[in-house]
């Protein structure tokens, strides 16, 4: 049975309003009115012909006769020392979206309520997680203390379906355990209810009046067809729509704030954790409790993130990744050591803790050949290291090359994070290219006995150099639809590889050939030499 959970933030608005209100306040600042419950207050918008109206009301306004949509005007003839401030829809909406991630400590799914006029909901599905809370009347009751002790005016109720919880919760009865319907008792529960109650839009909810149709149960006797015929909604939902979404006769897609993921493990305490070895030890239950569905669905995780919920309200997070997919608990503990567990900021203490595999793939059997076991092995370690030192340091500090196509020497890899990639193994060239490479290249003072031959005697570093061994040439043309960023003219390459007196290798270059590319023109550069690395 689906259990869904709706919860009316009364005046959400206001609060927002009031919470930032009284963040920015100095300490030795005289007192607001506007922050005392007892002063009529309320925020206002403007409409669509300029006018400001109502967007919302504390409950002294509404206790004087003020109502959502009254022009301003209007409630000042009415009360004249009435407090207005402009309303920001976009605080609102950031506050109940920062609400709806602290609220996934009850649920994974938790969906802002859109059809509450001025975003004053949440939708949270908790089927098949009641049990964990002590069931479904100790949960709805949570909810609504950990709110209320916030300062957050709210009501709560639990049904089969949205429709019907966020009916229950607005018109429903005062005490909590009352506004919690089954399949069994939903229809009896919202016989008695208002039209209102099925999130009616203004035109059809007038029609239905005007009908004598005041509660829910007036339409369980009334034809379908004339019903869906007579309260037709244009671009909105119908009656006979919002009517079965209600009952659960039709479906209604509810978008979580973040998707939930679906590999998760979860565990929460009566008291507050304040220790990080008392995390470590919540750690180790949630790894095994993680792995065993993994295991059971043939998947690995690449992912994981350790969410920690505060009592003040926050959260805090600590994320590892892997090269490759796996399901060692041990390993998932070796990382988040490893990234730090001390990271996590626990404030006065972590009334939960969620562990969830944010990215998964399928782990299947590898035969390997008995040849290549050690290979095998020696990869899987050189992945497992890579993992402890991209947790440890970060995955922007361990890095590993990557090819690009270019036949540029400084152009052909580029470093790349090592974690998840496949390492780089030298080709053919592996033993004729330098492993490491001068950049830029450093210039250097050549003699050749021929003007386009191998180098004699060579200058580098204030130091010359006579070659007993030379190697090449070996030509690179340039890359001509690349331009250089100091917008010099590309030129050929011939690359040498020369050995000295000493035993020192290097690989040289010429830039630029005698007779084609250069014939002696005051405006044309010389071929030069070049140092571009050191061979092993």
Known sequence: ?????????????????????????RPASPPDPALDPKSPFALVL?????????????????????????????????????????????????????????????SPSVSLDPSSEGLEGLFLDVTGATHLFGGEAALAAQIHDRLAEAGVPVRTAM????GAAWALARWGEAECSG??????????????????????EGVTLSQARRFGLKRIGDLYPMPRAGLARRFREGDGVGLVQR??????????????????????????????????????????????DLSA??????????????????????????????????????????????????????????????????????????QGALESEAETKQAESLAALIDRLSARLGEDRVLTPEPVDSWV??????????????????????????????????????????PDGAPMRFTWRRLSRRVTRADGPERLSPEWWRPRPDDRQVRTRDYYRV????????????EGLYGREYAGDAGERAPSWWMHGVLP
């Open 1 to 25: 049975m689906r259990r869904i959970v709706s919860v009316w933030l009364i005046d959400w608005p206001v609060t927002v309003w009031r919470r930032s209100a009284m963040r920015a306040r």
């Open 46 to 106: 403007k409409n669509s012909r300029g006018a400001a109206i109502l967007h919302a009301l504390n409950p002294a306004a509404r206790r004087a006769g003020l109502r959502r949509g009254q022009t301003q005007a209007d409630a000042r003839a009415m009360i004249p020392h009435l407090i207005c401030q402009p309303a920001d829809l976009e605080a609102d909406a950031r506050g109940l979206t920062a609400l709806a991630v602290w609220a996934e400590r009850w």
């Open 159 to 162: 049904a089969p379906t949205p």
């Open 179 to 200: 506004r919690i319907a089954t399949e069994d008792t939903a229809r009896d529960r919202l016989a008695a209810l208002p039209v209102e109650a099925l999130r009616l």
């Open 243 to 288: 009517l079965d979404q209600a009952l659960g006769f039709a479906g209604e897609a509810l978008t979580p704030v973040r998707p939930p993921p679906k590999y998760r493990a979860w565990q929460s305490w009566m008291e507050p954790v304040g220790d990080i070895e008392g995390v470590e030890a919540r750690l180790t239950e949630l790894t095994a």
């Open 293 to 366: 569905p993994l295991v059971r669905d043939g998947q690995g995780a690449k992912a994981l993130t350790l969410t920690g919920f505060r009592s003040d309200g926050g959260t805090t997070s600590l994320s590892v990744r892997m090269g490759r997919p796996g399901r060692d608990a041990g390993i998932w503990r070796r990382l988040f050591r490893e990234a730090g567990l001390g990271r996590l900021e626990l404030g006065f203490g972590l009334d939960a803790l969620m562990l969830t595999a944010d990215a998964v793939e399928p782990m299947t059997a590898r």
């Open 409 to 450: 020497p400084e152009r052909a890899e580029r470093w790349r994070p090592a974690l998840g990639r496949p390492l780089l193994v030298p080709g053919g060239a592996g033993g004729r290219r330098p492993i490491l490479l001068l950049d830029p290249p450093e210039p250097v003072e050549a003699m050749a006995e021929l």
């Open 499 to 510: 050995e000295d007196e000493a035993g020192g290798r290097y690989w040289l270059f010429r």
